[in-house]
């Protein structure tokens, strides 16, 4: 497949990743080479990765513990604490290798550790390939609000090797398949129409299906790279889903959801205020409804868990002024963004959603 050129880095795919990314070893003259890898990649992924490097750079580990809950300055602490010990200057290059948590968390030590170094991301997990290695967003929670922390640093290059995908559960590829329905219903119709029915799918194509997000999301980013206008519409779904998932997160007598899981959520309540804001037509939303919950499980919602989620929204990083902002979608393939969404109307949306 073609590399697509982002604003300043390449996205390379597959054997094309790897020949790029040893060229570009042999072309800096890097002090030293760091991976930072989660306990998942290391075990995983890491052993696929390092016989493909071609380097006489001494190479050093940082594996820190998986899951959402170790996205946060705490980690980062460690791993600066660590880069410092091992010798890590301004001419070390970092590799982030494993799924969202890894590259968000691993490019904002990057970018931060002696006022930044080169990275470069090898997603390991599909979310990460389609939406979280790209657009040069980095960061970390605070707490339990998502991404907080951050700042907006591209990488030098990132690779989009699919072989990872085999080390997956089932429960990972849905994930990252929320963010690929997203790019359709905000971006490309005929693209969201190819998963309405998934066993129709020829999953040996799945490379293709992939790829195409990746241009969708690099064709928004592209535009508007710091989220003043047309990126916004990629937090479609992310308002009440971030909220839910920071909910799920911090709530010992919930399980926790993947990013995926809530953002699905959130894309079935945020088409429904589309719909009540007469956006999109009813069958639009009957059938966004029943394709999200055909390939995701139901989420149980008590009456006492709604406020807390809606306290929630106070914090959400794309408020303005005090408003809580929603990108809507209007038609199938279309975005509107900068909507101003009252309580009740989430609680409708929340209500229907049960039923």
């Known amino acids: ?162 072989q990872y995908l085999e080390t997956l559960p089932q429960n990972e590829m849905r994930s990252g398949l929320a963010e690929m329905l997203k790019h359709g219903l905000i971006y490309d119709k005929a693209y969201w129409e190819q998963f309405l029915d998934l066993k129709a799918i020829d999953f040996a194509d799945f490379d293709e299906l992939i790829y195409r997000s990746v241009a969708i999301k690099n064709e928004i980013v592209s535009q508007d790279p710091t989220e003043k206008n047309i990126r916004k519409s990629l937090n479609f779904g992310h308002t009440l889903g971030h909220a839910i998932e920071s909910y799920f997160l911090e709530n010992e007598n919930k399980i926790t959801l993947l990013h995926g899981e809530a953002i699905a959520v959130g894309m079935i309540l945020e088409s429904y205020i589309s719909m009540d804001k007469k956006l999109i037509s ?43 902002q929603f990108a809507l979608i209007e038609g199938i393939g279309k975005i509107k963004i900068n909507q101003s969404v009252e309580n009740e109307l989430i609680l409708r949306a929340f209500n229907d959603y049960k039923s």
């Open 282 to 324: 009813n069958e639009e939303y009957k059938l966004i409804k029943t394709t999200i919950k055909s390939i995701f499980d139901n989420v149980t919602f008590f009456e006492n868990d709604i406020e807390p989620i809606l306290e929630l929204l106070i914090h959400d990083k794309k408020n303005e002024y005090g408003t809580i």
């Open 1 to 162: 497949m073609q590399s697509i050129q982002a604003d300043n880095y390449p996205i390379h795919f597959n054997e094309k990743g790897y020949e790029a990314l040893n060229l570009h070893l042999k072309g800096n003259k890097y002090s030293n080479l760091f991976i930072i890898v989660d306990s998942n990649t290391n075990e995983f992924c890491l052993p696929k990765f390092l016989p493909l490097i071609e380097t006489d750079l001494t190479i050093e580990i940082i594996e820190f513990e998986n899951g959402e809950e170790n996205k946060n300055i705490e980690t980062c602490v460690q791993i600066w604490n660590v880069l410092t010990e091992l010798g890590a200057d301004r001419k070390t290059l970092i590799i982030n290798l494993g799924g969202g948590v890894v590259t968000d968390l691993g490019g904002f030590v990057s970018s931060t550790f002696k006022r930044g170094l080169d990275f470069i991301h090898v997603p390991t997990t599909l979310l990460s390939m389609v939406d979280a290695s790209v657009g040069g967003k980095n960061g970390v929670d605070l707490g339990n609000l998502k991404n907080q922390i951050g700042v907006i640093n591209t990488p030098n290059m990132v690779i989009i090797d699919t």
